[in-house]
């Protein structure tokens, strides 16, 4: 059963940054991509960005383009979300997915696990 754990939410003030953590268990990752979306309250979900697990191609939303980078560490399992430059607007629980399909790109129905979300809170 594959498992999807976030961590590394929190409190930050605008511009400041954080580093989001997504541990991946229970599968074999080599064919797969993981994916960060966020939901604000009120709001839709919301692809964020996306990896290959291998070779490490990268798709990134509009909105996070030039402040976000996405990476993983093969050995470990995990995948990263650096958020530089962070807004007001950025506040929203973020989630962690994994695609089957090698997909990386920004609909969520075609993601097959999701961890539980860690929150991401910007002040002004």
């Known amino acids: 059963q594959v498992q999807l754990v976030e961590s590394g939410g929190g409190l930050v003030q605008a511009g400041g940054s954080m580093r989001l953590s997504c541990a991946a268990s229970?599968?074999?990752?080599?064919?797969?991509?993981l994916g960060w979306f966020r939901q604000a309250p009120g709001k839709e979900r919301e692809f964020v960005a996306g990896i290959r697990w291998s070779g490490g191609m990268t798709n990134y939303a509009d909105s996070g383009k030039g402040r976000f980078t996405i990476s993983r560490a093969n050995a470990a399992n995990t995948v990263y979300l650096q958020m530089n430059s962070l807004k007001p607007e950025d506040t929203a629980v973020y989630y962690c997915a994994a695609s089957r399909r090698y997909y990386t790109g920004s609909n969520p129905s075609l993601y097959d696990y999701w961890g539980q979300g860690t929150q991401v809170t910007v002040s002004s």
């Open positions: 229970g599968g074999i990752f080599s064919n797969y991509a």
